[in-house]
């Protein structure tokens, strides 16, 4: 199974400041790689797939990038409602074996 | 545009089984695959199950594997997760996605539910 890490477990980060999130992956995964935003009561919304392809309607403020083992989800100036966890998901394991990072919290500094 | 509504949780003893549903609209649902993902109390998100967009291939987690089927009935336009012999583990909120994109492939949850919430507890 390919296990994914994220670090750091928490970010604080001020808004209009920039966040920076990684994602490690324990063997390369190419760029089979999502992210995900996840607030509470909410559903899971896509963010990022490819490894850095955005998905529709998120804002250009979210980019992706890295391949193999190493990803980086870079938010580039925090707006309120960007505060929330984060995750990455690879889906490059055949057969079908999906497994995501345990989740980046972002939170207001 | 997609929506995926689940239903089916609850609170349940630990042994017993229990269904639940997502029912799709919005898009062409026997086109697409389609992924069962749950989140436990205070913990990230896990990968369950994930069956083709005819039923005929599904894959499972090791943590749920002989336990937890994933069905659909494409003329409802319903996607299913039968569990069996829960755990007090199991309680998690439950949620159903929709694959990237339609045909006989597995990408990754390109839409999701709001979930369901499960309790397993006596």
């Known amino acids: 199974e390919i296990v994914m890490t994220q670090s750091p477990a928490t970010l604080s980060v001020s808004p209009g400041e920039r966040a920076t999130l990684s994602c490690r992956a324990s063997?390369?995964?190419?760029?089979?790689l999502a992210w995900y935003q996840h607030k509470p009561g909410q559903a899971p919304r896509l963010l990022i797939y490819?490894?850095?392809t955005r998905a529709t309607g998120i804002p250009d403020s979210f980019s992706g990038s890295g391949s193999g083992t190493e990803f980086t989800l870079t938010i580039s100036s925090l707006q309120s409602e960007d505060f929330a966890v984060y995750y990455c998901?690879?889906?490059?394991?055949?057969?079908?074996?999906?497994?995501f990072g345990q989740g980046t919290k972002l939170e207001i500094k | 545009q997609v929506e995926l509504v689940e239903s089916g949780g609850g609170v349940v003893q630990p042994g017993r089984s229990l269904r639940l549903s997502c029912a799709a609209s919005?898009?062409?649902?026997?086109?697409?695959?389609m992924h069962w993902v749950r989140q436990a109390p205070g913990q990230g998100l896990a990968w369950l199950a994930v069956?083709?967009?005819?039923?005929?291939?599904?894959y499972y987690a090791d943590s749920v594997k002989g336990r937890f089927t994933i069905s659909r009935d494409n003329s409802r336009n319903i996607l299913f997760l039968q569990m069996s012999s829960l755990r007090v583990e199991d309680t998690a909120v439950y949620y159903c996605?929709?694959?990237?994109?339609?045909?006989?492939?597995?990408?990754?949850?390109?839409?999701w539910g709001q979930g369901t919430p499960l309790t397993v507890s006596s």
């Open positions: 996605a929709r694959d990237q994109a339609p045909g006989n492939y597995f990408f990754f949850m390109f839409s």
């Open positions: 919005g898009f062409a649902f026997n086109t697409y695959a």
């Open positions: 069956i083709s967009y005819d039923g005929t291939s599904k």
């Open positions: 063997q390369s995964v190419s760029n089979n």
């Open positions: 490819g490894a850095s």
């Open positions: 998901l690879q889906y490059h394991d055949w057969p079908p074996g999906y497994t």
